[in-house]
């Protein structure tokens, strides 16, 4: 059986959903996120987060209720990853200098778990990532490669990254996106939104990211409550 990917997940929902059935119905906007603004930038990393980062994860049960949720094994969590920032594991992306990191295997490299809405066809993934590199440096790679050409397994895609203003934080330093996997070839449910969230403590970058095929409103209530959350566990977990 061939590898069920977070991408896979949400795509093969949308396919079989009625239009009508794929809009979002964001939660209540009085929900409140703690934290403060980012006021620096994170240039470098000097503080090494001790706890194994499966630990860190915001459990299942702190999900909120629709969007019940399951901890990837490794292997699903490093091809999670690609589908996350729209170029997997061997794609080949041009400007080249935009290919984003290859995913870290091994013990306590990277910790993924995903919730999946239904009703909604869209997920909500918390990842946490070992790094060296500062936040600084993604930010700046970013405003480099709003667009960038991702060719993987015979397919095209255009992958746009738009850098959005991050939630109040307690983490070192945040920033927001919106992303967009568009195929060469169109058609209905194929195009990958997301809106994102990334942060980083010490070593241990933080993202939650909701996405969706249906080119529905992003539940960033979901997804900033999620942040906190992961924020905060890894935080404790030095």
Do not use: W
Request: include cysteine; charge should be positive; charged fraction near 20%.
């Amino acid at each position: 059986m061939g590898r069920v990917t977070v991408a896979d997940s949400a795509r093969k929902r949308a396919r079989f959903a009625m239009p009508a059935a794929c809009a979002v119905i964001l939660a209540g906007c009085g929900s409140t996120v703690t934290g403060h603004p980012v006021s620096a930038e994170q240039t470098s990393v000097t503080r090494h987060i001790g706890a194994a980062l499966a630990t860190l994860l915001p459990e299942p049960a702190q999900f909120p209720r629709r969007y019940p949720a399951v901890v990837l094994p490794p292997e699903a969590a490093a091809q999670a990853a690609g589908d996350l920032t729209g170029a997997g594991r061997g794609a080949q992306v041009q400007p080249a200098h935009c290919a984003p990191p290859e995913p870290k295997f091994g013990a306590d490299q990277r910790a993924v778990a995903v919730g999946t809405d239904d009703a909604a066809r869209a997920t909500v993934t918390v990842e946490l990532a070992r790094t060296r590199q500062p936040l600084a440096a993604l930010r700046s790679q970013l405003i480099q490669c709003r667009s960038m050409r991702v060719q993987q397994s015979g397919a095209g895609t255009t992958v746009t990254t738009e850098l959005l203003a991050a939630p109040e934080t307690d983490a070192e330093d945040a920033l927001g996106l919106r992303r967009t996997v568009l195929p060469d070839v169109a058609g209905a449910g194929l195009t990958q939104s997301m809106r994102a969230v990334t942060g980083q403590v010490g070593d241990v970058r933080i993202t939650v990211t909701y996405m969706s095929f249906s080119g529905s409103e992003a539940d960033m209530s979901a997804v900033n409550e999620l942040f906190a959350t992961a924020v905060r566990r890894v935080d404790k977990g030095a």
